[in-house]
């Protein structure tokens, strides 16, 4: 049983950084990829950074490439950092893990999720 737990999220403005976190409640952490999607009202859930098992390989959207980053620590905690942030970012965002071999930009291919959290961008 893999359990996540978002936080981080809240109200920031425009051009300013967030950095989201994610406890994996987990035995082994180094067995799954990691990723984050995010959802805004009204759209579908959109993949937003992903991180393989050993951190060696990473992806981003085209959407905050340039401008973030996702990490994942020793103590099984998963993070994603986005500067400049724009309207367009504000959204729920998941933290999801698989055990596939490689990670992907596919939210189906996502075995576990959080529950999310919040995140509002005000101009």
């Known amino acids: 049983q893999v359990q996540l737990v978002e936080s981080g999220g809240g109200l920031v403005q425009a051009g300013g950084s967030l950095r989201l976190s994610c406890a994996a409640s987990?035995?082994?952490?180094?067995?799954?990829?990691m990723a984050w999607f995010r959802q805004a009202p009204g759209k579908e859930r959109e993949f937003v950074a992903a991180i393989s098992r050993t951190g060696g390989t990473t992806l981003f959207a085209d959407s905050v490439k340039g401008r973030s980053g996702i990490s994942r620590d020793y103590w099984k905690t998963l993070y994603l950092e986005i500067d400049n942030l724009n309207a367009e970012d504000t959204a729920t965002y998941y933290c999801?893990?698989?055990?596939?071999?490689?990670?992907?930009?596919?939210?189906?291919?996502?075995?576990?999720w959080g529950q999310g959290t919040q995140v509002t961008v005000s101009s």
């Open positions: 999801a893990a698989d055990d596939r071999a490689v990670p992907t930009r596919v939210a189906a291919d996502y075995n576990y």
């Open positions: 987990v035995r082994t952490f180094t067995i799954y990829d």
